[in-house]
C-alpha cells in the first residue's frame, strides 16, 4: 500500500467521523426539541393515570399547606406569605370551617390565596369506607365553602394523598369517582415532612430542597396544624431561597390536576 493511498484512507476516516458526530449531535439536538414538543392530553392521563402540571416553560412553585386543627398558626403563615408576596393553596378540613375562623379563612380569599377540599373530619376510617361515602364527604365540604363563603372550588387533596393505604387497593376508583363530580384530585411531589415525628427547622428545610430542584413546577405540601411552629419557623427562609432560585408562586386553583403515578 503506498503511502498516498494511506494518508487517503485517514483522511477518509476521520471526515466519517467528523460526519458520525454532527449526526449524533443533530440527533440530541433533535431529542431536546421533541421532549419541549410533546404533547399530551388530559383524556391520555386519565386513561394511563399519569401526572401532569402546569407550564412546563417557566419555574413555578405551588406551595399549599394541609390545614388541620390549627392552633394560632395559620395568621403567621399568611403574615409571613405576604411579606414575602407569596401565594398559596390551603386545603381546609370542614370542622376548621367554623364560624371563630371566618376572619382567617376570609383572608386567604382577599389575601389572594387558594382554598382546596380536604374532607370534613380528616377521618380515615369514614372517609375511605367506601367510595360514596368519600365522595359524600367532600361534597358536604364543597357545599359548606360556597353557601357560607362564596368560594365555589373543586381542588381536593385526599388525606393521606391518592395512593394511601387506607384506600385498601381502590385508588383508582376512589380518584375516578372524583373526576366523575368535577373534583381535580392534587397531591404533591415535595414534602417537608413537618407532620411526622419531631420535625426541626433544618429538618423541614432540608427536605423541601432534596427534591424541590427535580422539578420546574413543584408542588410542595406542609403543614397548618397544631403544631405548626416549627413550619412557621422554617417557612421565611424556604421562601427566601425559592424567590432567589427565580420561581414564581401561583395558586392550584387553575390547574389540570396532579396525582401520583
Known amino acids: 500500500v503506498s503511502l498516498s493511498s494511506f494518508d487517503e484512507t485517514v483522511s477518509s476516516i476521520d471526515e466519517m467521523k467528523e460526519k458520525i458526530e454532527q449526526d449524533i449531535s443533530n440527533f440530541n439536538d433533535s431529542i431536546e426539541r421533541k421532549k419541549n414538543e410533546i404533547v399530551v392530553s388530559q383524556e391520555e392521563i386519565e386513561i394511563y393515570d399519569a401526572k401532569y402540571i402546569g407550564d412546563t416553560s417557566k419555574k413555578t412553585i405551588y406551595l399549599t399547606f394541609d ?33 371563630d375562623k371566618r376572619p382567617l379563612i376570609e383572608r386567604m380569599i382577599e389575601e389572594g390565596h387558594a382554598i382546596g377540599l380536604h374532607s370534613n373530619v380528616h377521618d380515615v376510617d369514614k372517609l375511605y369506607v367506601n ?5 359524600r364527604d367532600f361534597d358536604a365540604q364543597y357545599k359548606t365553602l360556597k353557601e357560607e363563603y362564596g368560594v365555589d372550588t373543586r381542588i381536593v387533596r385526599f388525606p393521606g394523598g391518592s395512593a394511601c393505604t387506607y384506600m385498601n387497593g381502590q385508588r383508582r376508583q376512589f380518584v375516578a369517582a372524583m373526576r366523575e363530580k368535577g373534583y381535580r384530585c392534587f397531591d404533591w411531589n415535595v414534602s417537608g415532612e413537618d407532620s411526622y415525628g419531631n420535625p426541626t427547622v433544618w429538618s423541614i428545610q432540608k427536605n423541601v430542597f432534596d427534591t424541590f430542584f ?26 427566601e431561597r425559592i424567590k432567589a432560585e427565580g420561581y ?3 395558586t392550584l386553583e387553575n390547574n389540570e390536576e396532579y396525582v401520583y403515578r
Request: proline residues 3%; aromatic residues 8%; hydrophobic residues 40%.
Open 67 to 99: 390545614c388541620g386543627y390549627e392552633n394560632g398558626y395559620t395568621a403567621k403563615i399568611l403574615d409571613i406569605l405576604k411579606e414575602h408576596d407569596a401565594k398559596a393553596t390551603f386545603f381546609m378540613i370542614g370542622e376548621e370551617m367554623r364560624e
Open 131 to 135: 367510595v360514596d361515602a368519600c365522595v
Open 214 to 239: 427535580d422539578y420546574k413546577n413543584p408542588i410542595v405540601l406542609l403543614h397548618d396544624a397544631n403544631n405548626a411552629d416549627v413550619t412557621v419557623d422554617a417557612l421565611p427562609d424556604i421562601l
Open 248 to 250: 414564581s408562586f401561583e
